[in-house]
């Protein structure tokens, strides 16, 4: 009888501590999907703001994810605060938690501050075709903790800001225009001056090579069967890689034209006669 009697007081208990929870458990599942759905409407609004707006596409994606992860905080404290967490407990256990997640996630960390001076001193922005890390892409997006990618296949590249801030970066678009650099290699027994003019009248046909600085032709090295010849131009860089195809295209197609060897590695066999 006295054992039934103890179970009758735990079940008491225990129906007594649901009944005193239970309110407070629902009002903070409600609070809870209500507080996601105004998170949701919030970021919508965020977004055609910024879409109404002219401003820099690298703020606006780092403010949205910015905002999006401040919100849900403040909707955990809520939630916490409304199944009965005391205020001051709930400062001393995320203190404490802060301290062992900073520990843990010294690298998220940086990734955060790697992201805040990207976006201070702006290195690049959405729309930057950049090399860095070892990769080669035009930037998609900018978030808090890392930066997209598009390669030349199409993939998206995904590196930590902290590791960008870090690093070497290289802007192709930084300034307007790019220098462009073709080494091509003539036969020695070829004119040497025909073979500059052709190279200059093939950038002088191209309305998209600048004539200012104008482009120019040097020997730049007498190399074991060829003489190496270096050509320079400066293009805008919308037109860049169009105006660099075709100078190489125009090149074996002009040379071919008018009789200038382009040499390339050959081996010759002979066959020993016996006697």
Not at 72 to 84: E, H, N, P
Not at 92 to 108: F, T
Not at 179 to 187: A, F, S, T
Not at 209 to 235: H, K, M, Q
Request: aromatic letters at 10%; glycine letters at 6%; proline letters at 3%.
């Amino acid at each position: 009888m006295e054992e039934l009697e103890n179970y009758q007081d735990y079940i008491d208990q225990a129906v007594e501590w649901a009944v005193d929870i239970l309110p407070n458990l629902i009002t903070a599942i409600v609070i809870f999907f209500i507080g996601l759905w105004v998170i949701t409407f919030i970021n919508k609004m965020v977004r055609r703001f910024f879409a109404k707006k002219d401003y820099d596409e690298t703020l606006e994606s780092f403010l949205q994810s910015f905002i999006s992860i401040v919100l849900k905080a403040l909707l955990f404290v809520l939630v916490i605060t409304q199944l009965g967490v005391k205020t001051s407990s709930l400062v001393a256990i995320v203190g404490a938690a802060g301290l062992a997640i900073g520990l843990a996630l010294q690298g998220s960390l940086a990734n955060f501050a790697g992201g805040v001076l990207i976006l201070i001193f702006k290195p690049f922005k959405v729309g930057d075709f950049i090399s860095a890390q070892g990769v080669d892409g035009t930037v998609k997006e900018i978030s808090i903790f890392n930066t997209k990618l598009s390669t030349f296949g199409n993939q998206i590249a995904i590196i930590p800001n902290g590791q960008l801030s870090n690093g070497n970066i290289v802007n192709y678009n930084m300034e307007s225009t790019r220098r462009d650099k073709i080494d091509v290699g003539i036969g020695y027994s070829s004119n040497i001056k025909e073979a500059k003019e052709i190279l200059l009248q093939i950038c002088a046909d191209n309305p998209s090579i600048n004539t200012e600085p104008a482009p120019e032709v040097y020997v730049g090295n007498l190399g074991d069967s060829s003489v190496d010849l270096t050509l320079r131009f400066w293009a805008n860089n919308d037109v860049f890689w169009p105006a660099h195809f075709y100078v190489i295209e125009q090149t074996k197609l002009r040379f071919d034209a008018a009789g200038i060897e382009i040499p390339f590695p050959q081996r010759v066999m002979h066959q020993m006669k016996e006697d």
